[in-house]
């Protein structure tokens, strides 16, 4: 049986005919837990219009295989959807013998990065990827974790730590996503935010005083105040502009950016001294409903799956930007090594800033041992960067490491259901 589908992204809209079979999209009550952020992030009348959306993209006249709704705001070329998304798609198709399918929207389309955890509380899609320091109220344990500083540049050794802490370590942090009406299934890490500078900085000294674009976030501001930078908070999209004519200096960002949004052809110089690690963008996070209807079979090999797809995209944002710092010479863009007064720098603002962390996590989070939390979170790195060099640093490998250690034990029957 032949069906239509519409794929929707960067707000442009193709459509493509393929053979699927699918189930109508059910319409899921919202959580009482999830009102209030509900109403914070979307207006009724927009939730409902992107519900109608999602259910008008299928039409069939009967339905043979369950068909999910994964919504993704990033574009298709990102590497979540090519690196991760898609293999995993086609992972489960197989491991359910073609019982699940994944239908997946695009760029934005119909819930965007702000709006996915909204929507995915009122069922207008079945999954999304969230970030989940978005939401610090619903997640502060989360967002403390985000905040700490590891001991490693190793992105998948943190991606390893940080899924198998949230995963098998923290049940105050399963409570919360539980309170907020979603099953977490992963995270990855992103490549090291790095200063990505429109002319050629060296030293503190040169930094001091300039404009410097960051991602959001209390630890960014703190750390540009630290460096007497002057912060400015805008969105990706918007810096090739305001670096094009002045406006920002620097930005906070994986080195990618060079490539992704043609800073390559404003930067001079790129200083390789990471300043935090993002590892909180969720891409599987599902609405506890539709996790709910699945057989334990299917939360299984969803599981299974996951577990690699989290290295796999964390090793493709390492390769980009590994990539772009590689072919930035070519474009004359020196790429510098942070001089031994920078580091000195980076490391008082890290040990003084870690008494701000605990503060904010006492007296804002609520959290009553952040201390131990971080031990518990340290240890978990230490394993982690053993099992990097036992295996190679291989993303397939580390991923069968990562089902083993965080996923393996976890229970299909109960893992993510509401307690009775």
């Known amino acids: 049986m032949e069906f239509k589908y519409t794929l929707w992204f960067d707000r ?14 059910r319409t899921q009550p919202r959580p009482q837990g999830g009102l209030k ?12 219009t992107s ?14 295989a369950e068909t999910l709704t994964l919504n993704q705001y990033v574009l298709p070329k990102h590497v979540v959807v090519k690196d991760g998304t898609m293999p995993l798609i086609e992972e489960i198709k197989e491991a359910t013998d073609g019982d699940l399918d ?99 900085y060296r030293t503190p000294e040169d930094l001091v005083g300039k404009r410097v674009r ?19 908070n805008v969105g990706g999209s918007e810096v090739y502009e305001m670096m094009n004519r002045g406006a920002v200096d620097i930005t906070l960002n994986p080195a990618a950016i060079l490539q992704t949004h043609s800073l390559a052809d404003v930067a001079k110089s790129v200083i390789t001294m990471p300043v935090a690690m ?41 390769k980009d930007s590994e990539t772009a710092l590689e072919e930035a010479a070519g474009r004359d863009i020196e790429v510098i090594e942070p ?22 996590a006492r007296e804002q989070y609520k959290i009553e041992d952040p201390e131990a939390i971080r031990d518990d979170f340290i240890a978990l790195i230490e394993k982690w960067k053993g099992i990097a060099e036992e295996t190679g640093r291989d ?12 996923y393996a034990d976890l229970d299909a029957a109960s893992y993510g259901m509401a307690s009775e």
């Open 214 to 232: 960051i991602p959001g976030g209390d630890y960014n501001s703190r750390w540009a105040d630290y460096f007497k930078l002057s912060p400015i």
């Open 37 to 48: 952020l509900f109403y914070k992030n979307l207006k009724t009348s927009a939730l409902a």
């Open 12 to 25: 442009r809209l193709l459509k493509r005919s393929h053979k699927l079979t699918t189930a109508p999209v």
């Open 395 to 406: 993303a397939e490998k580390m991923g069968q490491r990562l089902r083993e250690n965080a």
């Open 102 to 200: 994944i239908k997946l929207f695009t760029g934005g389309t119909p819930l965007s990065a702000q709006a996915t955890l909204g929507g995915l509380q009122a069922g207008a899609v079945d999954a999304g990827m969230v970030i989940l320091t978005y939401h610090p109220a619903e997640f502060p344990v989360v967002q403390y974790l985000n905040d700490l500083a590891p001991p490693t540049d190793d992105t998948l050794v943190v991606a390893g730590a940080f899924n198998e802490y949230l995963m098998t370590k923290c049940q105050r942090c399963q409570d919360e996503f539980q309170e907020a009406g979603v099953v977490f299934t992963g995270s990855y890490t992103a490549a090291p935010l790095l200063l990505v500078n429109r002319e050629v």
């Open 339 to 360: 001089g031994d007064e920078l580091k000195a720098v980076m490391s008082e603002f890290l040990e003084q800033d870690l008494e701000t962390i605990y503060k904010i």
């Open 278 to 318: 993002h590892r909180v963008s969720s891409p599987y996070v599902f609405s506890a409903d539709s996790w709910a209807k699945l057989t334990d079979e299917q939360r299984r090999a969803f599981l299974d799956s996951t577990a690699v797809a989290m290295m796999r995209i964390t090793a493709a944002y390492l």
């Open 51 to 64: 519900a109608l959306f999602v259910a008008a993209v299928f039409t069939a006249s009967n339905a043979a």
